[in-house]
Structures are given as structure tokens and as C-alpha cells.
């Protein structure tokens, strides 16, 4: 669940929350071998490579961006993604709920931004063409040059706190 994570990082003695936490871990993980890495992997190697970051922290700090993107061709998963994180129902249906879950979870786990990473607009150029030469060709629709370009830039802007 959502709130598994939180509440290890608020009591990490907490063995429900750790083994709730397992859990969710072990399914995603299942899930991702069933179904490919998704693009905020391709993105996310770049910026591990270029500011030496575990993968875990740049996964979530590039998973917004990559999902502004990727909704526009499946806006009906997001909204399962949205249903599964508990948000409410706002008449929308175009996966912007999810977009909004995710950012409020990450800004409660505590996910830096760019800016705490120490990463600007400068490394936006850099950061895109390694994400384009490692890019793992797992995705819901077509990402550019110029989208990739989009999503740093995004996430350089992002404030996710």
C-alpha cells in the first residue's frame, strides 16, 4: 500500500509496515518482470550515470515527468493507478489524478528535487543524450528526442516538495 513506506521512513521499527513494504516490493518487482522497465528507467539511468545517484532515488525523481508524457496514450491506466492509490474521483479521466497521487507520495517518502540533486538546466542537454543511447524501447507511445529534452526540463522545474 501507500502507506507502508511512509510509515517505515516515520518508525523503522515498525515489522508491519516493513512487511506490508516487503510486500509491495516483491509485487512490483513481479510486475516489472512481466512487463519491461518503463521509460522513467531510461531517464532515470542518465541521471543516476551523470550525478553518481542510486537508481531507486533517480526512478522517483524522473517518474513524474515520464508519466506526464506517457498518459496522453493510456490516460485509462493512469486512472487505474490513480484508483489504486486511493484518489478521489474529480470527473477528469485523463490520468491526471495519478499525476497528482504520485507527486503528493513522493513529497511525503521525501523524493528530492533536481534542484536538491544538484541538477540545472545546464545538464539538460547532457542528461538526454545519455538517456537517448541507453533508452530502453518499453513504452505506451513515442518519445522523441525533444520529448526527452521535455522531461528533464520538467523535471529540473519540478517542485515536488
Known amino acids: 500500500t501507500t502507506a507502508a513506506l511512509p510509515a517505515v521512513l516515520a518508525d523503522p521499527s515498525d515489522l ?3 512487511s506490508s513494504m516487503s510486500c509491495a ?3 512490483a518487482g513481479l510486475a516489472m518482470n512481466v512487463s519491461e522497465a518503463g521509460t522513467e528507467h531510461s531517464l532515470a539511468h542518465s541521471l543516476g550515470s551523470l550525478k553518481k545517484l542510486p537508481h531507486w532515488l533517480t ?3 524522473m517518474l513524474l515527468p515520464s508519466m506526464q508524457h506517457d498518459r496522453q496514450y ?3 491506466r493512469f486512472e487505474r493507478i490513480a484508483d489504486a492509490m486511493g484518489a478521489p474521483q474529480d470527473g477528469t479521466n485523463d490520468g491526471s489524478r495519478a499525476l497528482r497521487s504520485v507527486k503528493e507520495f513522493l513529497a511525503r517518502v521525501g523524493c528530492p528535487t533536481m534542484a536538491e540533486l544538484q541538477v540545472t538546466m ?6 538526454s543524450a545519455l538517456a537517448r543511447a541507453g533508452w530502453i ?3 505506451p507511445g513515442p518519445w522523441t528526442d525533444d520529448d526527452i529534452s521535455a522531461a528533464f526540463t520538467r523535471a529540473v ?3 515536488t516538495r
Open 16 to 18: 508491519d509496515a516493513r
Open 25 to 27: 516490493a516483491l509485487l
Open 59 to 61: 526512478v522517483g525523481v
Open 74 to 76: 493510456v490516460p485509462e
Open 122 to 127: 545546464e545538464n539538460v542537454p547532457e542528461l
Open 137 to 139: 524501447p518499453v513504452e
Open 157 to 159: 522545474q519540478l517542485a
